[in-house]
């Protein structure tokens, strides 16, 4: 069993900053991409950021230049760094990875629960 926990979600003001962590936990044996998702309400859920496990990143055009995606494979934990944050960044923000346990020869996508981002104007 995989488990991914999230944290570190609020309400801000527009123009401050939030930090999300997510841990991953249980029988992993490696991870591969870690990412974070966004979904608003009415939409669907996008692609915020990942990192690969060599450390190369991605991320939405919506957010370069404002947000940033790191990782400590140590401590099997992905972070997002948020700042200049606006109204439209509103959401609920999901951790995404894939892990490898130690009993199955494949990778497989786990979700965290979501860690509700709130921007004000």
């Known amino acids: 069993q995989v488990q991914l926990v999230e944290s570190g979600g609020g309400l801000v003001q527009a123009g401050g900053s939030l930090r999300l962590s997510c841990a991953a936990s249980?029988?992993?044996?490696?991870?591969?991409?870690m990412g974070w998702y966004r979904q608003a309400p009415g939409k669907q859920r996008e692609l915020v950021a990942a990192i690969t496990s060599g450390g190369s990143t991605n991320s939405a055009d919506s957010v370069k230049g404002r947000f940033t995606i790191s990782r400590d494979k140590a401590k099997n934990t992905v972070y997002l760094q948020m700042n200049s944050l606006k109204p439209e960044d509103t959401a609920v923000y999901y951790c995404n990875a894939g892990v490898r346990t130690s009993w199955r020869p494949y990778y497989v996508n786990y979700w965290g629960q979501g860690t509700q981002v709130t921007v004000s104007s």
């Open positions: 249980g029988s992993i044996f490696t991870i591969n991409a």
